[in-house]
């Protein structure tokens, strides 16, 4: 072994002690991740029957109300930003002579900044606002949390004679969405990588 | 070796685009909804002092007399498919009249204290076992409820020419005639 070598290894041999005596006094990081979380659900997941009736004759038809389902949401969201849930006829067409609303109750379960509550008017139009100001919250996943939601189907009784009968029963859907409140373009996480 | 990371790096990514997936998913709900509305119709009589039938479905029926009060309203309610109607006809269901004497029924408009596609009152009628229609072209509508509310009815007795009595005579008879009013479709 000439003094060269000798050298050379020496010189590993004190790069490994460094490396090793760096290694000794580790320090533990926790990258802590909360993601963004906005789901949304109804309870009963069925759908809602409603039928018109005549109670007496030369009465106009009663109104129809349907209180029995709840909307349920989970959100975090991050700091200074709110969320909120409008609601439109997506497909079908509502019974002309007639007016359909949704008035939207302040959720009392769960816990969280769970926004304000309205009442619309549903159109095949537009979108609109049921709940606006959801922060970071939730509504309970069991029976009767959460937002109750009451459908109320009434004669519009100026344009009374645009009644038709529905030959059989006439199917609609109704979409509630939960979206950023500033606009409304849908929520889209930003730790996932975009499309 | 570097096949396996590849492998490995795209199951990742993989697991990633799912997720997402689905959670755009939960950010909207659907409701169904079905909504019905059944053709109907019915009629009741109101503010006549005769002895008249409960509210029925289709009809409401009535007795006559000679000495009783000659005016009533008739309210009623309709829902029609797009483009049909409802008629009310009217018809002597029961009692017997001399020939020498007509009943005539004057058949007012309504009165406006309802709302939607009301009927159209015919020319005054006299009433015969056959049923006649008083109010046609019924849409949908409704036209509240008592006295006051509908078409105004005004029915009046009438000796025909040549008879050889006045209806004065006739009071100790106790004439009565019962009449059926009925609301059906048009065609």
Not at chain 2, 68 to 75: A, C, H, L, R, T
Request: proline residues 5%; aromatic residues 6%; neutral net charge.
């Amino acid at each position: 072994m000439n003094t060269c070598t000798k050298f050379i290894l020496a010189l590993c041999v004190s790069l490994l002690s460094t490396s090793l005596v760096a290694q000794i006094p580790v320090s533990d990081i926790f990258n802590i991740v909360i993601n963004n979380i906005c789901i949304i659900r109804t309870l009963p997941a069925t759908t809602i029957t409603m039928n018109m009736t005549v109670p007496q004759a030369g009465k106009p038809v009663a109104t129809v109300v349907n209180a029995n389902t709840y909307l349920q949401l989970t959100s975090i969201a991050p700091l200074n930003e709110t969320r909120k849930v409008s609601t439109i006829i997506s497909t079908g067409t509502r019974p002309s002579g007639t007016t359909l609303t949704l008035a939207v109750s302040p959720c009392t379960s769960g816990a969280g900044a769970l926004g304000n509550t309205y009442t619309i008017v549903l159109t095949m139009e537009s979108s609109q606002t049921i709940i606006d100001g959801i922060g970071s919250c939730y509504t309970g996943i069991a029976t009767a949390n959460g937002y109750k939601m009451t459908y109320t189907w009434a004669a519009d009784i100026p344009n009374y004679s645009l009644i038709n009968a529905t030959s059989g029963s006439n199917p609609i859907t109704i979409t509630h969405t939960i979206s950023l409140a500033s606009e409304d373009s849908p929520w889209i996480d930003p730790l996932l990588p975009s499309r | 070796m570097s096949r396996t990371y590849y492998i490995l790096i795209f199951c990742i990514l993989l697991s990633v685009r799912l997720g997402y997936v689905s959670a755009q998913d939960n950010n909207t709900v659907k409701i169904p909804i079905q909504m019905t509305i059944q053709p109907m119709a019915s009629l009741s009589l109101a503010g006549s002092e005769n002895s008249l039938s409960s509210n029925q479905i289709k009809g409401a029926s009535q007795i006559l007399r000679l000495n009783s009060k000659g005016q009533f309203w008739i309210n009623y309610s309709s829902v029609v498919d797009n483009n049909t109607f409802n008629n009310i006809c009217v018809n002597i269901v029961s009692g017997d009249v001399p020939a020498e004497i007509a009943i005539k029924l004057k058949i007012g408009s309504d009165v406006g204290a309802g709302m939607g596609k009301v009927g159209k009152p015919s020319a005054p009628i006299y009433l015969s076992i056959q049923p006649q229609a008083i109010i046609t072209e019924i849409g949908s509508c409704f036209t509240g409820t008592g006295p006051n509310k509908g078409h105004l009815l005004t029915y009046s007795w009438e000796l025909q020419p040549g008879a050889n009595f006045d209806l004065k005579s006739l009071e100790s008879q106790n004439i009565e005639v019962g009449v059926m009013y009925t609301i059906s479709s048009g065609e």
